[in-house]
């Protein structure tokens, strides 16, 4: 069974600091992909960053040089570093995998989200 449950949300000022995490359940798939996706109020779900199974990442350009996403294998958790927040950032903020299954099957999943709201 693939679970993912994000966590570390919450309220804080404009220019401080947060760090989410999810923790990721997967059984013996293999991650194609992994990363972070967020969805502010009456806004489209956009990409925050992503990691591929290479180490090759991406970033929202609203984010580069505020955010780090980073991994922790041997705990199966995904990271974000969150800095210098602003009031945009305000969203709900989505752990999301890509996974491959033992049969070759590909599947995407998402975690249930974690709320960030930035106060200027």
């Known amino acids: 069974q693939v679970q993912l449950v994000e966590s570390g949300g919450g309220l804080v000022q404009a220019g401080g600091s947060l760090r989410l995490s999810c923790v990721v359940s997967r059984s013996t798939f293999s991650i194609n992909t992994i990363g972070w996706y967020r969805q502010g109020p009456g806004k489209q779900r956009e990409l925050v960053a992503v990691?591929?199974?290479?180490?090759?990442?991406i970033y929202g350009n609203s984010v580069k040089g505020r955010f780090t996403i980073s991994r922790d294998d041997a705990k199966n958790m995904l990271f974000l570093q969150m800095n210098s927040l602003k009031s945009e950032d305000t969203a709900v903020y989505y752990c999301y995998a890509n996974l491959r299954g033992d049969a070759g099957n590909i599947y995407d999943y998402w975690g249930q989200g974690t709320q960030v709201t930035v106060s200027s």
């Open positions: 990691r591929d199974s290479g180490g090759s990442t």
